[in-house]
Antibody
Framework: EVQLVESGGGLVQPGGSLRLSCAAS????????MNWVRQAPGKGLEWVSY????????YYADSVKGRFTISRDNAKNSLYLQMNSLRAEDTAVYYC?????????????WGQGTMVTVSS | SYELTQPPSVSVSPGQTARITCSGD??????AYWYQQKPGQAPVLVIY???ERPSGIPERFSGSSSGTTVTLTISGVQAEDEADYYC????????????FGGGTKLTVL
């Protein structure tokens, strides 16, 4: 079964750091581009970051640029998001999402999400 | 930054046709994608490349494009279609890989 499972969320104080992980299974992880997407409570979806299949190309939303770092370990079938200098407005469910190879840039597989709460 | 504009809400009765629009300046040059999200669940892709339907998505879901507007059409709406719907695309440079519209709440009356 094709699956993405996020972990690492939790409660963190403003200014703190957190590292999210996304474990992939059921497909050849190294062949796929990956993304992080977040959703604040009661709000819409916000794309956060993109990484190419090899990790050589990376993009960030302006809202997280300079604070968040996306990375991947293809040998471990894992995607990561290092989040530093966290703010209250970073509070959200964070999803990892796969960019399909036959559907343009569609996010064809999503994880169940992990909640990040930034509060003192 | 690039923006996609959706109506906040659309309401239809069961069996009727729902149309949800998404507007953006780069849509003539970039594909659009549509996702359905039910409460407490992850989004699900329902339309890709403006009008293609992934396997497993009911035929009542369709997509179209005209100029700077793309439209998700749900024909013969069913109660189970009540959800939030999001369009997604990229700006003309392709740098912003995942710009999302604000979302549309579809209510089945």
């Amino acid at each position: 079964e094709v699956q993405l499972v996020e972990s690492g969320g939790g409660l963190v104080q403003p200014g703190g750091s957190l590292r999210l992980s996304c474990a992939a299974s059921g497909f050849t992880f190294s062949s796929y581009e990956m993304n992080w997407v977040r959703q604040a409570p009661g709000k819409g979806l916000e794309w956060v970051s993109y990484i190419s299949s090899s990790g050589s190309t990376i993009y960030y939303a302006d809202s997280v640029k300079g604070r968040f770092t996306i990375s991947r370990d293809n040998a471990k079938n894992s995607l990561y998001l290092q989040m530093n200098s966290l703010r209250a407005e970073d509070t959200a469910v964070y999803y990892c999402a796969r960019t399909g190879t036959t559907m343009g840039d569609a996010f064809d597989i999503w994880g169940q999400g992990t909640m990040v709460t930034v509060s003192s | 930054s690039y923006e996609l504009t959706q109506p906040p809400s659309v309401s239809v009765s069961p069996g009727q046709t729902a149309r949800i629009t998404c507007s953006g300046d780069a849509l003539p040059k970039q594909y659009a994608y549509w996702y359905q999200q039910k409460p407490g669940q992850a989004p699900v892709l329902v339309i890709y490349k403006d009008s293609e339907r992934p396997s497993g998505i009911p035929e009542r879901f369709s997509g179209s494009s005209s100029g700077t507007t793309v439209t998700l059409t749900i024909s013969g709406v069913q109660a189970e279609d009540e959800a939030d719907y999001y369009c997604q695309s990229a700006d003309s440079s392709g740098t912003y890989r995942g710009v999302f519209g604000g979302g549309t709440k579809l209510t089945v009356l």
